[in-house]
T-cell receptor, first 111, second 113 residues
Framework: GQSLEQPSEVTAVEGAIVQINCTYQTSGFYGLSWYQQHDGGAPTFLSY????GLEETGRFSSFLSRSDSYGYLLLQELQMKDSASYFCAVRDSSGTYKYIFGTGTRLKVLA | SAVISQKPSRDICQRGTSLTIQCQVDSQVTMMFWYRQQPGQSLTLIATANQGSEATYESGFVIDKFPISRPNLTFSTLTVSNMSPEDSSIYLC??????????FGPGTRLTVL
């Protein structure tokens, strides 16, 4: 089967750094994406990792280790507006190159 | 990037009826996906709808219940047939771009009574 596991909830204070982990088990792997979703909104694309290593985009960075089937999203200088749900998603290399989403992590940023 | 619109944004339907959700993209894309999301839950892929081929359904979803059309590179529809209260959910369409980015429509909130 296919599974992507994330912590259900993470809490941090403004200005802090938080790491959201994602471990996956899929039949095929093409890359790992991260999405942000605010309550009542649609998911928005944050990053994509196809190769091992760290990708940095402003305050957000994403890391991938294909050998460990593991990745994480790192959020720096947390702001209140970062309070949202975050999902990792594997792009499957078999068949239709579909995206399989993780269980999701709810991030609460406290003042 | 891609801008996606969905219609309707929300609807309340009676059990046993069907609803067709439309998804319009502002550019031509090959890959489109339909998801379902319960409030507070993750996204579950219903099917992949690539233009020029029949939709590919995920385990637990069948064409008779969720027929999909993909008549061109900018448009798709998902029909939820013979609805029951268990079909109440948010339905999202998305497009996958060549650079591996995925963009979502605003979603359709469906309530079945």
């Amino acid at each position: 089967g296919q599974s992507l596991e994330q912590p259900s909830e993470v809490t941090a204070v403004e200005g802090a750094i938080v790491q959201i982990n994602c471990t996956y088990q899929t039949s095929g792997f093409y890359g790992l994406s991260w999405y942000q979703q605010h309550d009542g909104g649609a998911p928005t694309f944050l990053s994509y990792n196809a190769l091992d290593g760290l990708e940095e985009t402003g305050r957000f960075s994403s890391f991938l280790s294909r050998s460990d089937s593991y990745g994480y999203l790192l959020l720096q200088e947390l702001q209140m507006k970062d309070s949202a749900s975050y999902f990792c998603a594997v792009r499957d290399s078999s068949g239709t190159y579909k995206y399989i989403f993780g269980t999701g992590t709810r991030l609460k940023v406290l003042a | 990037s891609a801008v996606i619109s969905q219609k309707p944004s929300r609807d309340i339907c009676q059990r046993g009826t069907s609803l067709t959700i439309q998804c319009q993209v502002d550019s031509q894309v090959t890959m489109m996906f339909w998801y379902r999301q319960q409030p507070g839950q993750s996204l579950t892929l219903i099917a992949t709808a690539n233009q020029g081929s029949e939709a590919t359904y995920e385990s637990g979803f069948v064409i008779d219940k969720f027929p999909i059309s993909r008549p061109n590179l900018t448009f798709s529809t998902l029909t939820v047939s013979n609805m029951s209260p268990e079909d109440s959910s948010i339905y999202l369409c998305s497009v996958g771009l060549q650079n591996n980015e995925q963009f979502f429509g605003p979603g359709t909130r469906l309530t079945v009574l």
